[in-house]
């Protein structure tokens, strides 16, 4: 069943590839936030022309408001093989941990333990960290400082009957390398921990199955997923129970709002779902109709094959490169089109604007993870270079980026 993605079904659904401003140039930030596919941007169009209500009144509009939500919760659901009342939509990931932190306060006592990393950008870091001002205790899981890897052992290290919770990323988005989150998850549940994983730098590459991986929580970034600017998160229904309820009291047993303390963007959720019709319609060009049950699988690895093909041209270019140093694992296994380079003779942003002249578009910094930059010896002030890419990318971009890094560095 395997089949190579085709590249000119895919770039129609996004419309930057044929906006003219776009047209010569190389986009490499995808880790800030893809491109929005037309099913989401159509969506969120429709839902403001014509259900732009408060939803779930028995009136027509807002019946069908209402009912756009819902199918967001339902296909994420589907997508993530979870249940849609374990799908939450919440303002951004970042929004979504801090609230998470405060609604944990309702089962973890002075004294339980919880372990956090500093390969994690700040959003699944800091919120966790404060909670020491209520007695538990942060044990920081760290890592190598040579390629910024967590080892498995730096877990079993710090695991004990005390480790009330356990936070790491899926993948990230400095270091790029792809996670064994189910290994440490097994680990981790081995004590009785929860685990929190963040998913925003691997969720763009395909959605994983979260019954699989074996988490409790699993947060993401719709806009980093060709969606709208809005977190999501799957918590599980047996978590959920132990979660103290964040939202007005009176909305303890609504489901989708005792956690999301803000007032729903209704537009946005219901936009949500313009993402999995975007992978349905991913799956139907690439395999027909046939086969619901394993979309979410056969789109993912679509994806990630098609990532590959051009990972290993661009990583073979920089691992030998004299002039840079590449962040992290050059191996491509279990690396992520997410590649961050420090350049010997020019700083990161003096880079990323003499790359701009070439048609490329990146970004530079510690991208909030500057505990990691920090740790693996790298100036925050200037941070490293970062090249991400994701499925859509072409042969041609990345040999304008690799052209482009040769006259420049
Ligand atoms: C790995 C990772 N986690 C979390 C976040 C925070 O996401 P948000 O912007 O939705 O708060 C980001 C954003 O860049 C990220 O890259």
Redesign the pocket.
């Known amino acids: 069943m395997s089949k190579p993605l085709d590249l000119d079904f895919i770039r129609k659904q996004f419309p930057p590839f044929s906006n003219p401003d776009f047209k010569g140039q190389a986009f490499f930030e995808n880790?800030?936030g893809s491109f929005a596919c037309n099913q989401v941007i159509d969506r969120l169009c429709t839902y403001y022309k014509e259900t732009k209500v408060q939803p779930y009144y028995p009136y027509a509009a807002s019946s069908k408001a209402g009912q756009a939500m819902d199918e967001s919760y339902t296909s994420f659901a589907h997508y993530l093989n979870v249940k849609p009342d374990e799908v939450f939509f919440g303002p951004?990931?970042?929004?979504n941990t801090y609230v998470l932190a405060q609604a944990m306060r309702g089962y973890l006592k002075p004294g339980d333990e919880i372990i956090v990393t500093n390969q994690d950008?700040e959003?699944?870091s800091g919120a966790w960290r404060r909670l020491a001002e209520f007695g538990m205790v942060v044990k920081e899981w760290q890592v190598e400082t040579e390629n910024g890897q967590l080892q498995t052992q730096g877990l079993k290290a710090l695991l004990s009957d005390k480790t009330k919770l356990v936070t790491f990323?899926h993948c990230?988005?400095i270091v790029g390398e792809i996670n064994p989150v189910k290994e440490w998850a097994k680990l981790a549940h081995e004590v009785g921990a929860t685990v929190v994983a963040?998913g925003?730098?691997y969720a763009g590459h395909g959605f994983p199955d979260i019954v699989d991986l074996g988490v409790d929580i699993y947060v993401f970034?719709l806009?980093k997923t060709y969606g709208p600017h809005q977190?999501a998160m799957v918590i599980r229904e047996e978590i959920m129970h132990n979660l103290k309820n964040q939202s007005h009291f009176f909305n303890d047993s609504e489901i989708h709002k005792r956690i999301i303390p803000a007032g729903p963007d209704h537009a946005q959720v219901a936009a949500a779902h313009g993402v999995s019709q975007y992978f349905d319609a991913v799956f139907e060009h690439h395999f027909g109709k046939d086969d619901q049950e394993n979309r979410g699988r056969a789109v993912h690895n679509l994806f990630r094959a098609s990532e590959k093909a051009r990972l290993e041209p661009l990583m073979s270019y920089l691992k030998d490169n004299t002039k840079l140093r590449v962040i992290g694992s050059s191996h491509l296994e279990n690396r992520a089109p997410t590649i961050a380079i420090v350049a010997k003779n020019v700083s990161s942003p003096e880079l990323v604007k003499r790359l701009v002249k070439h048609g490329i578009m990146s970004g530079y910094g510690h991208?909030?993870a500057a505990r990691l930059v920090e740790a693996m010896g790298i100036k925050l002030e200037t941070g490293v270079a970062r090249f991400s890419f994701v499925h859509y990318t072409s042969d041609a971009d990345i040999k304008q980026l690799i052209e482009a890094l040769e006259q420049e560095l």
Do not use: I, R
């Open positions: 880790a800030g951004s990931t970042s929004q950008h959003a699944n990323p990230s988005n963040d925003v730098s970034s806009y977190g991208f909030y």
